[in-house]
């Protein structure tokens, strides 16, 4: 497979029966800085919402982790992708995520990650996270429907892809 270019010329080389399949309007790269951050619903940790998934329930969304902050426990009722994209996040001190590392945690998972320096999260929530309350019984549940009403609060929820 060859790289494809974002040119007139690249477009081209498409037969006519694969052009006429392509999915339009395409859809646009949504601009992230202008998205202000807005508290989320654990202490020292802000977030933007870049998407929802009604199906799952699960959402996609930055999240911004000021330093020293240890997240509740909390349950993955779907999986969970992170990427970091600034600082440092980990459970153990052993294993220590920084820019550009990458994680899969599995539907089920129940931690409590923490970061000494800070960091930024681009996250992929497959489905609800569930805040345990120290008797381990559920706190309360955030899923696509609480961080819309979220955004919607906080007044960012017009770029929200839905």
């Known amino acids: ?8 010329e690249s477009q081209k080389t498409h037969g006519s029966a694969a052009r006429d399949r392509i999915t339009l309007p395409y859809p646009k790269f949504q601009k992230l800085d202008p998205i202000p951050w807005r508290p989320w619903v654990m202490d020292g940790v802000q977030y933007k919402l870049l ?15 000021l330093p020293g902050v240890e997240a509740p426990i909390h349950h993955h009722l779907g999986a969970i ?3 970091v994209m ?4 980990c459970y153990e001190d052993a294993d220590i995520g920084g820019p550009g590392d990458y994680m899969f945690e599995p539907a089920g998972d129940i931690h409590q990650p923490r970061t000494k320096a800070g960091c930024v999260l681009f996250c992929v929530f497959d489905g609800p996270i569930a805040g345990l309350a120290p008797d381990g019984s559920i706190a309360g549940i955030v899923d696509y429907k609480v961080m819309l009403e979220m955004a919607a609060r906080d007044g960012v929820a017009e770029g929200v892809h839905r």
Not at 1 to 8: G, K, P, W, Y
Not at 86 to 89: A, K, S, V
């Open 1 to 8: 497979m060859s790289v494809m270019l974002c040119t007139a």
């Open 51 to 65: 998407s929802v998934n009604s199906r799952t329930g699960g959402f996609t969304c930055m999240l911004k982790v």
């Open 81 to 83: 992708e992170v990427m």
């Open 86 to 89: 600034e600082g440092d996040i």
